[in-house]
């Protein structure tokens, strides 16, 4: 009998047996992806700013074009995650830590379900992240975002090298 689910690619039929990732295990997620995110809106800005001054002459981003600019920053970074949630169910840095994000019913995320998640989570990590703390708490190791969400995170079995 295994507690962890052994690849991304189908859906899982009994949810009950899987390992929830801890609160540790989460916070290095939530510190690798913050790091790689960083680096992909550093390229978005540079490529905002490089267009804008190609097209206005300007150097400084005021206005409206400021409110454009973080509006555009935002969908960078629901991009980001929509993407990795909805294609491989997994972020880089859930990749790294060995976690899976499914629906509570064991299937891949939507757009809408990633969507849902990603804006349930800024919500619930704004007072001192206590949306997160909850897995401390939870009888199922869930945060506030996975139960508002309908979603959850499940440790991937370790993959087997060729040869070793």
């Given at each position: 009998?295994?507690?962890?689910?052994t690849?991304?690619?189908?859906p899982l039929p009994?949810?009950t047996?899987?390992?929830?990732?801890?609160?540790?295990?989460?916070?290095?997620?939530?510190?690798?992806?913050?790091m790689?995110?960083v680096?992909v809106?550093?390229?978005?800005a540079?490529?905002f700013?490089?267009?804008?001054?190609?097209?206005?002459?300007?150097?400084?981003v005021?206005?409206?074009?400021?409110?454009?600019?973080?509006?555009?920053?935002?969908?960078?970074?629901?991009?980001?995650?929509?993407?990795?949630?909805?294609?491989?169910?997994?972020?880089?840095?859930?990749r790294?830590?060995?976690?899976?994000?499914?629906?509570?019913?064991?299937?891949?995320?939507?757009?809408?379900?990633?969507?849902?998640?990603l804006?349930?989570?800024?919500?619930?990590l704004?007072?001192?992240?206590?949306?997160?703390?909850?897995?401390l708490?939870?009888?199922?190791?869930?945060?506030?975002?996975?139960r508002?969400?309908?979603?959850?995170?499940?440790?991937?079995?370790?993959?087997?090298?060729?040869?070793r």
């Amino acid at each position: 009998m295994t507690d962890t689910i052994t690849t991304a690619a189908e859906p899982l039929p009994d949810l009950t047996r899987a390992r929830i990732p801890g609160l540790l295990r989460r916070l290095a997620t939530m510190l690798y992806d913050l790091m790689l995110l960083v680096g992909v809106l550093v390229l978005a800005a540079a490529v905002f700013y490089t267009l804008f001054n190609l097209l206005t002459g300007r150097e400084a981003v005021a206005g409206p074009a400021r409110l454009l600019f973080q509006v555009y920053l935002l969908a960078v970074i629901a991009g980001y995650y929509v993407y990795f949630w909805t294609g491989g169910r997994q972020t880089l840095g859930m990749r790294s830590w060995r976690t899976l994000l499914l629906r509570a019913d064991g299937h891949p995320l939507t757009a809408t379900d990633a969507l849902r998640r990603l804006a349930l989570a800024a919500l619930t990590l704004l007072p001192l992240g206590a949306g997160l703390l909850w897995v401390l708490f939870d009888r199922d190791g869930l945060a506030w975002y996975d139960r508002l969400s309908g979603t959850r995170p499940v440790l991937a079995a370790k993959r087997k090298r060729n040869g070793r």
